[in-house]
């Protein structure tokens, strides 16, 4: 059977190809616009796609996280996006690179104190982190639909790359 980093860091650099290549789509003149009021503005969606892999060493490294003093960073533009993902890539792959002893200790998210969860590492990875990356593509995707922008191809064809 395979070590969890021989399989996740695999998945990793393939979701991180996709994810630039639904950012490269968002029209830089749309950047504060928002599907409804209560959703991320393209900026922002942008910005928490490109943050989410930070979470991998920030789960792997430590044992807690303490939501309360999580900071989004200001990225302006999709050029400053696509860099954070790859600096927070690199990270995450070397944090991914370790024995299967580390992805089996628990981790446990935190707010203002307080104990949110607790469960295994390798859990919170595949259920709070990489899974997070299709979800909020998806949300892109939309966003780039309503917008009348080409959507890009992920697991299969889209309709615009055909």
Known sequence: MPNYKDILIPELKHEVALTEKFLRRIPTDKMEWRAHEKSFTLRQLAIHLSDI???????????????????????????????????????????????????????????????????????????????????????LGVYLRLLDESVPATYGPSADER
Do not use: C
């Not at 960073?73 to 370790?98: F, G, M, R």
């Not at 628990?106 to 979800?135: C, D, E, I």
């Open 53 to 139: 892999i930070n979470w991998i060493p920030g789960t792997l490294d430590v044992d807690e996280m303490e939501m309360s003093t999580y900071k989004v960073p200001n990225l302006e533009s999709i050029e400053d996006v696509i860099a954070n993902l790859h600096k927070n890539a690199e990270a995450a792959e070397e944090s991914l690179n370790q024995d299967d002893d580390a992805y089996s200790r628990n981790w446990t998210m935190k707010n203002n104190g307080q104990a949110v969860f607790t469960m295994p590492k390798y859990q919170v990875l595949r259920s709070m982190v990489l899974n997070q990356l299709p979800h909020h593509r998806a949300q």
